[in-house]
């Protein structure tokens, strides 16, 4: 009974939706990324018992190091996922974020991508089709899969997903996109 007596005072809210307001799936044809460790400052909400849901999940700063910033990845349309869930046993659930994503084209720059950060900690930032950017925070690659394909018409490139251990994260702020040095791009 103890246990029940911790939520007398938890908060609830209506989750209303108007049918007649335009909804639609999917994630845009971009994404951006940045390792945990070049991040500078990333600010969650405070709660409080008035706190309200859409608040309680939105980050009011994400910022990079001096010098850092997010770098973008081009998706191929429509085979992209952003997914928030849960994990665990009954009366010890835990968030989960996760994002599948898929690069075009099998290229070296791809392969390297998967190579070098298939171990390193990363933000995601996913933007959906309304436009809202989505964070997933202490993201790992799970999977990467990339292929030539095997028919001319089929689609080449790398198929990627990214888990974190951690609830999905609202922002409603700009994303600092770092352009490539010269020598990145080969000019």
Known sequence: MADECS?????TENLTYCPNKANVGGVKAKCWYIPMAQLKT???PTLTPDTPYAESITLTALLPETGKGFKRIDLVIDE???KSGLVGAKGNMKDQAQFDGMIPNFVKSNIGFISRHRNTPMCWVVEDSAGQKWIVLEA?????DATTAKKYDENSG????VTA?????????????????AAATGE
């Open 158 to 161: 790398t198929a990627f997903n």
């Open 140 to 144: 790992y690659m799970t999977k990467a």
């Open 165 to 181: 251990n951690d609830a999905l994260w609202a922002f409603d702020g700009d994303i600092v996109e770092l352009a490539d040095s």
């Open 80 to 82: 992209n996922e952003l």
């Open 7 to 11: 939520f007398a005072t938890v908060r």
């Open 42 to 44: 990333i600010t969650k």
